[in-house]
């Protein structure tokens, strides 16, 4: 931590819980809260060239009310393998993660890339069933065995990129959601992050 900043990086493939804790630490602790896969969205839901998307994406590209569907996610991953269009977004995301008064990052590539020194780094994971079944019920759409599948297409796609993969950083914190409730995920994380924070306070 330096200058009262504080960064916390959750990575994870998709429907790991990474989102609701993400959010729920930020509320715990106060902190900012960015949730990059809408970036990434936005890009993919915008059309046309997707290095022109993310070079020119503004404030009404990220209210758009479709980022959360499958299809958005679909077309998220898609343009995140193109170098380009991760390079455009960078500059957003570390600027958000040094803001004063602490700031909370969820997404892929934080810990590893956007913001290798993050003082707590989480790594948020859980079974691609278990994924599966809690996109189904989120969002409804399609049938259960599409949504599995789609998981492992999107797993698939975002671990084996060339350009910021999804993987956890060396010095991440695994947490593993397959059997836990929201509500212990949460706790874990907060317990994490609260001990690190304590740690850093002056003596
Ligand atoms: O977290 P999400 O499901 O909203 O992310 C959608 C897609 O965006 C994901 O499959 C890969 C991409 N993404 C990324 O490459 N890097 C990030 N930091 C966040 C998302």
Same mark, same amino acid.
């Given at each position: 931590?330096?200058? !009262?900043? +504080?960064?916390?990086?959750?990575?994870?493939?998709?429907?790991?819980?990474?989102?609701?804790?993400?959010?729920?630490?930020?509320?715990?602790?106060? +902190?900012?809260?960015?949730?990059?896969?809408?970036?990434?969205?936005?890009? !993919?839901?915008? !059309?046309?060239?997707?290095?022109?998307?993310?070079? !020119?994406?503004?404030?009404?590209?990220?209210?758009?009310?479709?980022?959360?569907?499958?299809?958005?996610?679909?077309?998220?991953?898609?343009?995140? /393998?193109?170098?380009?269009?991760?390079?455009?977004?960078?500059?957003?995301?570390?600027? +958000?993660?040094?803001?004063?008064?602490?700031? /909370?990052?969820?997404?892929?590539?934080?810990?590893? /890339?956007?913001?290798?020194?993050?003082?707590?780094?989480?790594?948020?994971?859980?079974?691609?069933?278990?994924?599966?079944?809690?996109?189904?019920?989120?969002?409804?759409?399609?049938?259960?065995?599409?949504?599995?599948?789609?998981?492992?297409?999107?797993?698939?796609?975002?671990?084996?990129?060339?350009?910021?993969?999804?993987?956890?950083?060396?010095?991440?914190?695994?947490?593993?959601?397959?059997?836990?409730?929201?509500?212990?995920? /949460?706790?874990?994380?907060?317990?994490?992050?609260?001990?690190?924070?304590?740690?850093?306070?002056?003596?």
């Amino acid at each position: 931590m330096t200058d !009262g900043r +504080f960064c916390i990086a959750i990575d994870g493939p998709a429907a790991a819980g990474k989102g609701t804790i993400s959010r729920a630490v930020a509320a715990r602790f106060g +902190f900012a809260h960015l949730d990059t896969g809408l970036l990434y969205r936005a890009v !993919g839901m915008k !059309g046309g060239d997707p290095i022109a998307a993310a070079r !020119g994406l503004c404030e009404a590209d990220l209210a758009r009310d479709d980022l959360r569907s499958l299809g958005a996610g679909e077309a998220a991953s898609r343009v995140a /393998v193109i170098p380009e269009v991760r390079a455009a977004l960078l500059a957003f995301q570390r600027d +958000f993660a040094a803001r004063d008064g602490g700031a /909370v990052l969820d997404g892929r590539d934080i810990g590893t /890339v956007i913001c290798p020194d993050a003082d707590v780094k989480l790594f948020v994971t859980a079974s691609a069933e278990v994924r599966a079944a809690r996109r189904f019920a989120e969002i409804g759409e399609g049938t259960l065995a599409e949504v599995l599948e789609q998981v492992r297409a999107r797993d698939a796609r975002d671990m084996g990129r060339a350009d910021a993969p999804l993987k956890p950083a060396d010095d991440a914190v695994m947490l593993d959601t397959s059997d836990l409730s929201i509500d212990a995920a /949460v706790a874990q994380a907060c317990a994490l992050i609260a001990a690190t924070l304590g740690d850093q306070r002056p003596r």
